[in-house]
């Protein structure tokens, strides 16, 4: 019984020192990505974008996905598993030195040194283009709590007007009704009736399009309650300080969908270094020990004594063909990742061209509707409301100018929010970078 202990030790020894041989190093812990949380100090979208990044549950989904990536790396670099094998002679093999009964043999495979690191660094690649699956994921957050949150703060806008210019237009049909009473003509009440009821259609609308707006916006801040959002205040951004090309040149290097491609290309090389080695041999060690009874004669030399045995084994690759599919295969993988880096780098900076052209025409219209069209329409508005009470001019004169500048505040303030839009878009495009 101890000769059976002893050899189960060197058992041990043995296999204990094959896991050393190709131990995996161990993996440092990756912060998650931040740089989307750094957007949450800019402007009236930013708190609700920390609320969504803070609640948000498909972003744990993400976080979760990347932390079962990192233990991949751990696995893809530890030896497999070694094998036991036990059997016990149902007939006894009568041998010189005794009955041998049993039999317990252990194998460890070993592969070829180079393809731990290989593997390793296959499986951190795909680990890190979860990493910025999750900073994409988040930036994706980032654009629809944006749209939502400036179209919110645009519809309040408009149904203010819309019920400015209602009140007004309210003052002006008791003017109307008493010229009517006077014997005026019942057409122009009219004509103010239908417009009164016309921009209160407009409110309805508007009023249904927020909420709809509103519901998703709750559903992406994590929300579980029905409560409105609240009214935002807000106002049109300044003119840029900076040149907006620096957008274009974050771009290629902090664009997360970029960053996944070459996280996966990095995968992919690791793959085709390991497919390399696919010509070159596997190892196992091992070790056989053997249970005897004791000899017939019990005088025999050696009787009873259990033999054990050492073994190394190596695998014969010699499927040439098969090996060269598996090489050819993942270097035409990492071929192809590489022609979609080309491709979404063409397409990110078209995509990014077209909102610095939104950008830059959103605020030439803010300025030209700032500085000549409203206060020309203002000006418009005051002179035909003051010569309609003076009975100097028509109601419908002044419907017109009514009507032309409530259009013209409503499209100020909708180029407003998608200047302000075009930043967020700018901003995530270009991996969190926000220019002043």
Same mark, same amino acid.
């Given at each position: 019984m ?6 189960i ?5 043995s296999t204990?020192l094959a896991?050393l041989?190709?131990?995996?190093v ?6 998650l990505?931040?740089?989307a ?6 402007d =009236?979208?930013g708190p ?5 990044l ?6 744990r989904?993400y ?6 990536? $990192?233990?991949?790396i751990?696995?893809a670099?530890?030896l497999?598993n070694?094998?036991v094998q036990?059997? #016990? ?12 009964r ?5 194998q460890?495979p070993?592969? !070829?040194?180079?393809k ?8 951190r690649? #795909?680990?890190?283009s979860l990493? #910025?699956?999750?900073?994409l ?5 980032i654009?629809?709590?944006?749209? #939502? ?9 408009a ?23 006077s014997?005026?003509?019942?057409? +122009?009440?009219?004509r103010?009736?239908?417009e ?5 259609d ?9 909420s709809t707006?509103?519901a998703?916006l ?6 579980q ?13 300044? +003119? ?8 274009l040149?974050? =771009? ?21 270094r390991l497919?390399?080695?696919?010509n070159k041999?596997?190892f ?9 009874g +004791? ?6 030399? +050696?009787s009873?004594?259990d033999? !054990? ?7 014969l ?7 060269h599919?598996i ?9 192809a990742?590489a022609?979609q ?9 078209g995509?990014?061209?077209g909102? =610095?052209?939104k ?12 500085t ?7 000006q418009?508005k005051?002179?035909?409301?003051t010569?309609y $009470?003076?009975n100097?001019?028509a109601l419908?004169?002044?419907?017109d100018?009514e ?9 100020y ?6 200047a302000?839009l ?13 220019l002043?």
């Amino acid at each position: 019984m101890n000769t059976f202990r002893k050899r189960i030790n060197i058992l041990a020894i043995s296999t204990a020192l094959a896991v050393l041989v190709a131990a995996p190093v161990a993996v440092s812990q990756n912060s998650l990505p931040d740089d989307a949380l750094a957007l949450a100090r800019n402007d =009236i979208v930013g708190p609700f974008i920390a609320e969504a990044l803070r609640n948000n549950p498909g972003l744990r989904a993400y976080d979760k996905r990347y932390q079962a990536a $990192r233990e991949s790396i751990v696995s893809a670099r530890a030896l497999p598993n070694p094998k036991v094998q036990l059997t #016990h002679f149902v007939e006894s093999i009568q041998t010189r030195t005794g009955p041998q009964r049993d039999a317990l043999s252990l194998q460890q495979p070993i592969p !070829w040194l180079g393809k731990f690191k290989s593997a390793g660094n296959a499986a951190r690649g #795909h680990s890190e283009s979860l990493w #910025h699956a999750y900073s994409l994921q988040q930036f994706a957050i980032i654009e629809k709590v944006a749209n #939502h949150v400036l179209e919110i703060a645009y519809l309040d806008k408009a149904i203010a007007l819309t019920r400015e210019n209602t009140l007004l237009l309210t003052q002006l049909e008791t003017l109307a009704e008493e010229r009517v009473k006077s014997g005026g003509d019942l057409t +122009d009440l009219l004509r103010l009736q239908v417009e009164i009821e016309r921009f209160d259609d407009l409110v309805a609308r508007q009023q249904t399009q927020r909420s709809t707006y509103s519901a998703k916006l709750e559903a992406l801040l994590g929300r579980q309650s029905s409560d409105s959002v609240i009214e935002i205040d807000w106002l049109s951004p300044d +003119d840029l300080t900076v040149d907006s090309s620096q957008w274009l040149s974050a =771009i290629n290097e902090r664009n997360p969908k970029l960053a996944i491609l070459r996280a996966l290309e990095r995968s992919e090389e690791a793959r085709e270094r390991l497919a390399n080695l696919a010509n070159k041999p596997d190892f196992s060690v091992g070790l056989n020990y053997i249970r005897t009874g +004791d000899a017939l004669n019990p005088s025999a030399a +050696d009787s009873g004594k259990d033999p !054990w045995a050492l073994m190394v084994g190596v695998s014969l690759p010699v499927w040439g063909k098969a090996n060269h599919a598996i090489s050819l295969q993942a270097s035409l993988q990492k071929e192809a990742i590489a022609a979609q880096i080309e491709e979404q780098e063409l397409l990110l900076l078209g995509d990014a061209r077209g909102w =610095i052209a939104k950008l830059e025409d959103s605020q030439q219209r803010i300025q030209r509707y700032d500085t000549k069209l409203l206060p020309l329409a203002r000006q418009s508005k005051e002179i035909t409301e003051t010569s309609y $009470r003076a009975n100097k001019s028509a109601l419908l004169d002044v419907i017109d100018s009514e009507r032309t500048l409530i259009e013209l505040e409503t499209k100020y303030w909708r180029a407003a929010a998608d200047a302000w839009l075009a930043r967020w878009k700018l901003a995530t495009l270009s991996g969190g970078i926000w220019l002043k």
